[in-house]
């Protein structure tokens, strides 16, 4: 329902942008959102956006990473520059299929997960 790619090593201040393909049902209200996960740590939010396009950030990438969708291919981006070696994670995509404002809250319980890409920096 959602395939991640684009993830792959870097150099500590490069540059990646990560796909999410979304297929599922569809919402008027809807959020999408990115997680990451590093080895040993919790999963943690990135950013979300939601179906009017507001689109909230972590403060750890805030002002580094952007996120957009386009809707005719129905895929969520995430451009992540200035990368540094603690943004080395799995990254997820995940969605949440019924009202929300697109905050890390609205994602206590997705109603999918992607399986995640994995992003390495050096």
């Known amino acids: 329902q959602l395939v991640e790619s684009g993830g792959g090593s870097v150099q500590a201040g490069g540059s990646l942008r990560l796909s999410c393909a979304v297929s599922?049902?569809?919402?008027?209200?809807?959020?999408l959102g990115w997680f990451r996960q590093a080895s040993g740590k919790e999963r943690e939010w990135v950013g979300s956006l939601d179906s009017d396009g507001r689109i909230n950030y972590a403060d750890s990438v805030k002002g580094r990473f952007t996120i957009s969708k386009d809707n005719a291919k129905i895929t969520l981006y995430l451009q992540m520059n200035s990368l540094k070696p603690e943004d080395t994670a799995l990254y997820y995509c995940a969605v949440v299929l019924r009202p929300c404002a697109g905050y890390y809250s609205d994602f206590a319980r997705p109603d999918y997960w992607g399986k995640g890409t994995q992003v390495t920096v050096s």
């Open positions: 599922v049902s569809s919402a008027n209200d809807y959020c």
